[in-house]
Nanobody, 123 residues
């Protein structure tokens, strides 16, 4: 099992930037995939980004492609989500997740979750 703790959320104006961090503890190795999901009020949890812990492959939905960048620092056992050009519709609780079930953007493939961090974008 992997324990995940997110940080870096907050309030930002439209067009601004935030960087979220996800500190992982426990066993993490190249078989893991780290992802970010988000959940807005009254909506389901949706995929935001994924990266292989042991490689460079990344994936993003069209809604954030070109604005968000996922990365990880293996030495620090920490993942990041750099969010630029934020929009009010990006407002949500952002969750870090980890999986050994292959490179996926499916919610059900992730069995390790953080507690979430709130991101609010004002217009």
């Amino acid at each position: 099992q992997v324990q995940l703790v997110e940080s870096g959320g907050g309030l930002v104006q439209s067009g601004g930037s935030l960087r979220l961090s996800c500190a992982a503890s426990g066993r993490t190795d190249s078989t893991y995939v780290m992802a970010w999901f988000r959940q807005a009020p009254g909506k389901g949890r949706e995929f935001v980004a994924a990266v292989r812990w042991g490689g460079a492959s990344t994936a993003y939905p069209d809604s954030v492609k070109g604005r968000f960048t996922i990365s990880r620092d293996n030495a620090k056992n920490t993942g990041y989500l750099q969010m630029n050009s934020l929009k009010p519709e990006d407002t949500a609780v952002y969750y870090c997740a980890a999986s050994q079930n292959g490179f996926s953007w499916s919610l059900g493939d992730y069995d390790n979750w953080g507690q979430g961090t709130q991101v609010t974008v004002s217009s």
